[in-house]
């Protein structure tokens, strides 16, 4: 509950007391073209950003792997577009901090291992009723994973059991 009192109470007060001081600084007019500018290259960032996101994730996927950090930098994309496209100046120096290359595949990892910790951890209080177990196709021993198709025939009516016909 405190953290949501911050986001919507006091994060908006310190907007306004930021942009009424840079205001008085710069001007009105040009603290206003600040702010649109800053929307237009936060916008922007945030395109170009998630097109390679989204080229990363494809690539571990015709892998064979989950694009677990990918889907995270994705959705920190768009957090980020929110906060970039929101009047203010701190919301935009948030924002652009997981635009980055290099600062949003740390926090991603981080929250990575959260959520990993979080899902063990509710596992482990009987949280989950069933366990699910992902292994990769590569990863099979013995390589016994065959792809195909398969018709039912019942050709005989004193055989009940079904016939697989290749």
Do not use: C
Not at 28 to 54: D, E, F, K, P
Not at 66 to 84: I, K
Not at 145 to 162: C, I, L, M, N
């Amino acid at each position: 509950m405190g953290k949501l009192f911050l986001l919507f109470a006091i994060m908006p007060i310190i907007e306004i007391a930021v942009l009424i001081e840079v205001g008085e600084q710069i001007g009105g007019w040009n603290t206003v073209g600040l702010v649109i500018l800053s929307a237009i290259v936060g916008a922007y960032l945030v395109r170009q950003q998630g097109m390679m996101t989204a080229l990363q994730a494809r690539q571990k996927m015709q892998l064979g792997q989950l694009p677990g950090q990918e889907m995270v930098e994705g959705l920190m994309l768009v957090v980020a577009g929110v906060l970039l496209v929101t009047p203010g100046f701190v919301t935009d120096i948030f924002g652009l901090a997981l635009t980055l290359p290099m600062i949003r595949p740390t926090i991603a990892k981080a929250v990575l291992k959260h959520m990993q910790v979080h899902v063990v951890n509710q596992a482990q209080n009987g949280g989950f009723s069933a366990h699910y177990h992902y292994q990769r196709r590569d990863q099979h021993q013995n390589n016994d994973v065959f792809e195909g198709d398969y018709e039912v025939k019942s050709e005989d009516k004193d055989d009940d059991r079904p016939r697989l016909d290749r």
